[in-house]
């Protein structure tokens, strides 16, 4: 067990907490580092999608998991960044421009998409996003002048000026350096006063309001917060899938963005990483359990909707808290061996419950 | 206590002919107060009196049908009923909820910098970058908070998270967190409900103290009369909406209508007495 002695208030405002902390993220940083030379390239492209919905799952994390908005649309945010993406990168301009531009339209388009929220809540603006989703993926295959419509786009390699980054391995070095920004810009938006702003919205409108925070602001930010991800992503995603299609960003896609954030476990930085590597890992292990499961469930259509679906379920009644939820208990199994106590995450949940007989 | 306060003629909040209407239902009708700088005012009355809707007035979480708020901000006089909600915290006034509006799935500590909102001084990008400015502002929000949490004893509680928390502790945790935003004007409504009476006790002993030692005038909605004869120095009485009765706590409980509003009449004392149904009374 670790006791840490603190002496100083910047000790909680740091990042790294304590020498775990450090060890532990150096030893991950060297070994995605590492990953080009120790993987082969198959493994590594999947990495490299993981870094990508890694990206835009922190995007939605900050809207559903910490501001309490949720967004079954969020494909559509994808779409946009994605297509200003192969648009413009097809016309020769720089990446770095490129790529702003992508998430600045996403961001704008979350704001308008926003501005329901404002309004409505819970389902109504599940509803709205729904909505929303359906009009962009309409709307990408009948402009057809910009987006080749059904018959799909292709997308140039992301170059700046003459140079080009069309390696698997220079690909992945890219999109790590921008997970790793969108990581950091999210953990210091938490620890400030923005962050604790979309925390209060979450827990409770009507005392945040009563606080000072200015809910249409606030909820607008995480919006257009969230969709600037979600189109940085979408950028990557198109570079690296190298050419697209309206069906990409179907309500499929939405409801995997879904998964990936529920799954992770809703409210946690650490849950849109274990939510995208469940997303990308997942149908690898249907595909390798497919050869060993009788031909009739092997070769169903159906099977990794499935699949998906008993994992939710089981997740909801099970662990609520998702993956990092299950992780935050195995850490702690191993933390107080041999002391752990099987009703230690409990108390909170028995305190709901004699709340509501009251 | 009461007796040892100073009379000071400063308004700080003046209530005048305020009156919301929800369909049929007069809530609040034309009532009028002033609340000084410095005193503790209570507003007493059965349930359904309209007390709260009186804080929700004040916070704008509704606009009146008619009447008006004026409060002496720290920039001069300014008409609140014209505020949107979110300006009033920043105008320093800070509230409790009836029943705890915590933000749940937060450390009390988070709760608690959550109330230095209105004092932040820096932007988005600041903080997405955690510049040294963000840091710096971090910090000292946190030195503003650890006084609130000695003030009010919460130590222990600092890094747990409010979904485990008991209900007394709760109640302590709202008020800290209404004491973070540094208010002028504290609204507490029913700081006693749910506690024991211990927990009760030293409620109003720190209501004594952020009135005396914090200078911070309190407007609180009580049940519990003990609590109200302690601590405030004037109450008024509501019922159904409207004005009864306005004094010293000893004037409020000794008045007449005030009585008959909590207990009935001798009239309506001796109809129970008869043996007529209930619904043969006119």
């Known amino acids: 067990m670790r006791f840490i002695f603190k002496t100083d208030y910047d000790q909680d405002i740091r990042l790294a907490k304590h020498g775990g902390h450090v060890f532990w993220y150096s030893l991950l940083g ?65 990446f770095p421009v490129s790529i702003a531009i992508a998430g600045l339209l996403s961001a704008a388009v979350g704001m308008v998409v926003g501005l329901p929220a404002l309004r409505v809540k819970g389902i109504y603006l599940g509803m709205a996003t729904l909505a929303f989703g359906f009009i962009v993926e309409e709307g990408l295959a009948r402009w057809e002048s910009v987006t080749g ?17 069309d390696g698997t391995v220079g690909f992945y070095f890219l999109c790590l350096v921008l997970c790793v920004a969108a990581t950091l810009a999210i953990v210091n938006l938490l620890r400030a006063p923005t962050g604790r702003a979309f925390v209060a919205i979450r827990d409770s409108e009507i005392s945040a309001q009563s606080m000072g925070i200015h809910l249409a602001r606030y909820k607008t930010l995480s919006f257009a917060l969230s969709a600037a991800l979600a189109g940085i992503g979408g950028a990557l995603y198109a570079h690296k899938i190298q050419f697209l299609s309206p069906d990409q960003f179907s309500i499929i896609q939405s409801i995997d ?15 849109a990483f274990l939510g995208a590597i469940f997303l990308i890992v997942m149908p690898q292990l249907i595909a390798a359990a497919k050869d060993y499961l009788p031909e009739s469930v092997g070769q169903s259509t159906g099977l990794q909707g499935t699949v998906y679906g008993l994992v939710l379920i089981a997740f909801v009644l099970f662990e609520p808290m998702g993956l990092y939820g299950r992780w935050l208990k195995v850490r702690t199994w191993f933390q107080l061996f041999p002391f752990y106590r099987k009703g230690m995450f409990k108390r909170q949940k028995s305190f709901q419950k004699s709340d509501r007989l009251k | 206590m009461s007796h040892i306060h100073t009379e000071s003629s400063e308004v700080l909040l003046s209530a005048q002919g305020l009156s919301v209407r ?125 006084q609130v949490i000695d003030f009010l004893d919460l130590q222990h509680h600092r890094d747990s998270m409010v979904a485990g928390l008991p209900y007394g502790v709760r109640k302590v945790v709202e008020l800290a967190r209404a004491l973070c935003t540094e208010p002028r004007l504290l609204l507490l409504d029913e700081p006693s409900s ?85 619904e043969a009374r006119p």
Request: hydrophobic share 50%.
């Open chain 2, 22 to 146: 929800f369909g049929g239902v007069l809530a609040v009708n034309d009532v009028s107060f002033d609340v000084r700088r410095g005193e503790v005012f209570t507003l007493i009355g059965p349930n359904g009196a309209g007390k709260t809707t009186v804080f929700n007035l004040i916070s704008r979480i509704y606009t009146p049908t008619s009447g008006h708020i004026d409060y002496l901000g720290p920039h001069g006089m300014v008409r609140l009923t014209d505020q949107p909600p979110h300006r009033i915290a920043g105008l320093g006034i800070a509230r409790t909820f009836q029943n705890i509006e915590l933000f749940e799935h937060a450390s009390v500590l988070q709760n608690l910098l959550i109330g230095r909102h209105t004092h932040r001084r820096t932007g988005l990008w600041q903080d997405m970058l955690f510049t040294a400015r963000t840091r710096r502002a971090e910090i000292e929000a946190r030195e503003k908070v650890e």
């Open chain 1, 257 to 271: 963005l879904l998964l990936l954030v529920v799954i992770g476990g809703l409210g946690s930085v650490h849950g």
């Open chain 2, 194 to 278: 749910g506690l024991n009476v211990e927990e009760t006790e030293d409620m109003a002993f720190w209501i004594s103290d952020i009135k005396n030692d914090l200078g911070i005038t309190v407007l609180m909605v009580e049940h519990d009369m003990s609590l109200v004869s302690k601590v405030s120095d004037r109450v008024l009485a509501m019922s159904m909406g409207a004005e009864l009765a306005m004094g010293t706590p000893a004037q409020v409980q000794g008045d007449a209508k005030v009585i008959e509003a909590y207990l009935g009449t001798v009239d309506d004392v001796s109809s129970l007495r008869r043996s007529t149904p209930l």
């Open chain 1, 149 to 165: 419509g059904n018959a799909g786009l292709s997308v140039a390699p992301p170059a700046i000026g003459g140079w080009v980054i």
């Open chain 1, 30 to 94: 060297l070994a995605l580092l590492a990953a080009p030379w120790l993987m082969s390239e198959y493994a590594l492209a999947q990495l490299t999608f993981v870094l990508i919905y890694a990206i835009v799952g922190l995007g939605l994390m900050l809207l559903a998991g910490f501001t309490g908005l949720f967004s079954l649309g969020h494909a559509a945010f994808l779409g946009v960044g994605a297509y200003t993406e192969a648009v413009l990168a097809n016309a020769g301009w720089p």
